[in-house]
């Protein structure tokens, strides 16, 4: 395990081991969040982060959930702000609680707020981390999962560009500029998956 999240009656301590020597502070931050990501992203960003989902492919729910009848979704959503893409998100959502069921599919809680609603914090477990070049651009992953009862997810996050830890404001709104740029000049440019979302948010 690459989190060890220990405390005490006196102190708290959370350790991250093998994560790449260049990782920086608020890096960190994100890389040790469990389940509040967005909230994160949003105090970074100073504001609201929007939940895009790009696709839902759930296994059939032909009775309600429960360990010997698991309902099983993978999905991919985008984490948006201002228009841009600060976050991919993949994941694969094991649910054996008609409780969690109705709260992520019916009521379409996404996978932190499922968390929040059911007034939990979940078992953090930090899989793997790595970085990697990608047009140019400073890639941050991470991959980990979170367990209560009735309710696991395996998680895949990409942060597109690590210059946004480092520049906040500034690299969001250079990103927006060229969004709104490349939005009005032409329709037929083709724009990095990563960089925005063109379509009107939507929170699920």
Same mark, same amino acid.
């Given at each position: ?80 702000? !201002? ?6 998100? #993949?994941? %694969?959502? *094991?649910? =054996?609680?008609?409780?969690? &069921?109705? $709260? ?69 709104? !250079? ?6 740029? #490349?939005? %009005?000049? *032409?329709? =037929?440019?083709?724009?990095? &998956?990563? $960089? ?9």
């Amino acid at each position: 395990m690459l989190a060890n999240d220990s405390y005490s009656t006196a102190s708290t301590n959370v350790e991250l081991t093998c994560v790449p020597d260049d990782t920086t502070g608020l890096e960190r931050i994100m890389l040790a969040a469990q389940g509040d990501l967005q909230r994160l992203l949003s105090s970074f960003f100073g504001r609201p982060i929007f939940i895009e989902l790009i696709y839902a492919h759930c296994s059939p729910r032909l009775t309600p959930a429960s360990s010997d009848n698991p309902i099983t979704q993978s999905r991919e959503v985008h984490l948006v702000c !201002e228009s841009c893409t600060v976050c991919v998100a #993949t994941s %694969t959502v *094991t649910i =054996t609680s008609p409780q969690c &069921e109705r $709260l992520f599919l019916d009521e379409k809680f996404p996978i932190g707020q499922t968390f929040r609603r059911l007034n939990r914090t979940p078992k953090f477990s930090l899989l793997n981390v790595e970085t990697q070049a990608i047009d140019g651009k400073r890639e941050l992953r991470r991959t980990y999962k979170l367990e209560t009862e009735g309710f696991v997810a395996e998680i895949l996050e990409v942060f597109p560009d690590r210059d946004m830890f480092v520049r906040g404001e500034a690299w969001l709104m !250079e990103r927006r500029a060229y969004l709104d740029t #490349t939005c %009005t000049t *032409t329709a =037929t440019e083709t724009i990095p &998956e990563w $960089l925005s979302v063109c379509k009107g948010n939507v929170v699920h």
